[in-house]
Antibody, heavy 118, light 108 residues
Framework: DVQLQESGPDLVKPSQSLSLTCTVT?????????WHWIRQFPGNKLEWMGY???????NYNPSLKSRISITRDTSKNQFFLQLNSVTTEDTATYYC???????????WGQGTLVTVSA | QIVLTQSPAIMSASPGEKVTITCSAS?????MHWFQQKPGTSPKLWIY???NLASGVPARFSGSGSGTSYSLTISRMEAEDAATYYC???????????FGGGTKLEIK
């Protein structure tokens, strides 16, 4: 089975950048599918943030388009999230997930809580 | 952008009771996925493409719907089914993935 694991700082100051890593095992991120970031706010609302396709192309939620970047390191089978100019509104649990050939979020990481606070 | 509205937001059911959760889309969609989430864990794919049970999901669960109205049904509630359920769909243009607000299901 494919497994995903998020990592990164759990506390970020307002106006700084949030950077997270998703490490994938069991499947190469260049072999297929799209690789996503999804966040869940306190209160449990889920928001799709964006993805990087196995080809390297990206697509972002328009509400975040000016602040978000998703990149990858194929040698390490990792993909990354960078969210700039964060505010307290960006406090959330961040998940990485795979969108598979059946057009579904089949596998998720365990999530990492990031708090934005001074 | 398509908006998904789930109802009810919170409900409780007794063991053995039939449970139905609905998801209404603001525009017609081709399918709906459902996720189950328990506290402290990530959402788990539960039902995909409207009516297909994900691996390991008990047969007492079913999904149905079309157009703008979809539902998840539990034929007989069990304690382990207490969780929050989310519907989700993907729109083609612009490419967007949206989730419903969730239905918290509790056991009586």
């Amino acid at each position: 089975d494919v497994q995903l694991q998020e990592s990164g700082p759990d506390l970020v100051k307002p106006s700084q950048s949030l950077s997270l890593t998703c490490t994938v095992t069991g499947y190469s991120i260049t072999s297929g599918y799209s690789w996503h970031w999804i966040r869940q706010f306190p209160g449990n609302k889920l928001e799709w943030m964006g993805y990087i396709h196995y080809s390297g192309s990206t697509n972002y939620n328009p509400s975040l388009k000016s602040r978000i970047s998703i990149t990858r390191d194929t040698s390490k089978n990792q993909f990354f999230l960078q969210l700039n100019s964060v505010t307290t509104e960006d406090t959330a649990t961040y998940y990485c997930a795979i969108y598979d050939g059946y057009f579904r979020f089949a596998y998720w990481g365990q999530g990492t809580l990031v708090t934005v606070s001074a | 952008q398509i908006v998904l509205t789930q109802s009810p937001a919170i409900m409780s059911a007794s063991p053995g009771e039939k449970v139905t959760i609905t998801c209404s889309a603001s525009s017609s969609v081709s399918y709906m996925h459902w996720f189950q989430q328990k506290p402290g864990t990530s959402p788990k794919l539960w039902i995909y493409s409207t009516s297909n049970l994900a691996s390991g999901v008990p047969a007492r669960f079913s999904g149905s719907g079309s157009g703008t109205s979809y539902s998840l049904t539990i034929s007989r509630m069990e304690a382990e089914d207490a969780a929050t359920y989310y519907c989700q769909q993907r729109s083609s243009y612009p490419p967007m993935y949206t989730f419903g607000g969730g239905t918290k299901l509790e056991i009586k």
